[in-house]
């Protein structure tokens, strides 16, 4: 698993703010934060902060005065920091050849560096490339097998009473 982070705000900022918000059916209410491995919030988009999105935990701040805590905080940093890596990776099935992995992990590796995907990113999204190390990466996958046991039936019971 590789992962780069990077975001498509500016596209977002572009297509869904200016449909979607601009004409009038639609809101900007909340940024979702992303996280790293340890449940730290990454920084945050400039463009969607232009706009005047809060992210979420802006947004609890301002409803109700103080940051997010508690467990089911502490649980949603957890999952929260599993599924940002998690769709910011490349994945590949079990058996992949090592040598196809490697090249793969070279070009992925240079990527960050290159001047030329450099200038592609920062025009099409509007800011520096922001690389995560593999090693977080797996780290982050290899974590999913951790997850308290309580933690998974509070998410089922939550996904339970959504259903109701």
């Keep these: 698993m590789i992962s780069l ?14 449909a979607l918000v601009d004409q009038g059916p639609g809101m900007l209410w909340v940024e979702y934060d992303k996280t790293d491995a340890d449940g730290n919030v990454l920084p945050r988009s400039t463009q ?16 109700h005065g103080a940051a997010p ?5 502490e649980d949603y940093k957890t999952l929260n920091a599993m599924t940002t890596m998690g ?14 992995f ?7 590796d240079a990527l960050p560096s290159d001047p030329e995907f450099i200038a592609a990113h ?4 509007g800011k ?12 982050a996958a290899a974590s999913i097998g951790d997850i308290p046991e309580e933690m998974v039936q ?3 019971d939550d996904i339970a009473e959504g259903e109701q």
């Design 48 to 63: 969607v902060a232009e706009l005047g999105v809060p992210t979420l935990v802006e947004q609890h701040e301002a409803m």
């Design 102 to 108: 490697g090249a793969l992990k070279a070009g992925w």
């Design 128 to 139: 520096p490339v922001r690389s995560v190390p593999y090693e977080m990466v797996a780290a």
């Design 122 to 125: 920062e025009k099409a999204f």
């Design 69 to 73: 805590s508690g467990p089911h905080w």
């Design 87 to 100: 769709r910011l990776s490349i994945w590949l099935p079990e058996g992949t050849p090592d040598e196809v």
């Design 5 to 18: 982070i990077g975001t498509s705000y500016g596209s977002f900022a572009a297509t869904v703010g200016e």
């Design 154 to 156: 509070f998410y089922q």
